[in-house]
């Protein structure tokens, strides 16, 4: 298995569970939802994706094997004596596009002979290999949802198709509920998008309001 990756970068999370947690951010190309290309944005079954995920970046790579991509990983962690020391383990989050395109048993198992604890932000729409210490499934339009159950669910909100709606969702096996405000073209709709979630979220306490503070505070 060759391992294709946008980019590998040491950031903080920014939003859903893991919120202000150091990580380490392993980002796959390539999505099964969208081309990435803004061509075909039109033709998606996900339309509001803000992601570069197309290609290598300059601190992506190619990786042949799986030991490989996870010395990468390590290398991008800045110490594992002060994490352990505290009783914890280092953060990776596996994203994209959508990370199940290529994540599989070997990389997870590198990752964890690593001392990493394995998350993985994912569209839902495939399996999982055995392992995955955290799944976030964020579902999408009308696309048909595999994983059901997990760490947390993370709903982008509004989304206009009728099946991709909360109550659609609520009754899935996850731990927490997160609405995230869809990030709109100008700040009057993001704001605007903000309101709803924070209204939506007042109404049902299942879920909880999820914000992109990576955004908020000009991090990577």
Known sequence: MTYTVKEIFYTLQGEGQNAGRSAVFCRFSGCNLWTGRERDRQDAVCTFCDTDFVGVGPDGGRFATADALA??????WPSTRETRAFGGRPLVVCTGGEPLLQLDAPAVAALHARGFEVAIETNGTRSAPTGIDHVCVSPKSNAPLVLTN?????LVYPQQQPDAQPER??????????????????????????????????????WRLSLQTHKLLGIR
């Open 71 to 76: 010395d990468a990983v390590l290398a991008a």
């Open 150 to 154: 997990g760490e947390e669910i993370k």
């Open 169 to 206: 969702f609520a009754h899935l096996d996850f731990d927490a509920f997160f609405l995230q405000p869809l990030d709109g073209p100008t700040p009057d709709e993001t704001m605007a998008n903000t309101q709803a979630a924070l209204a939506y979220c007042m109404a049902h306490p299942q």
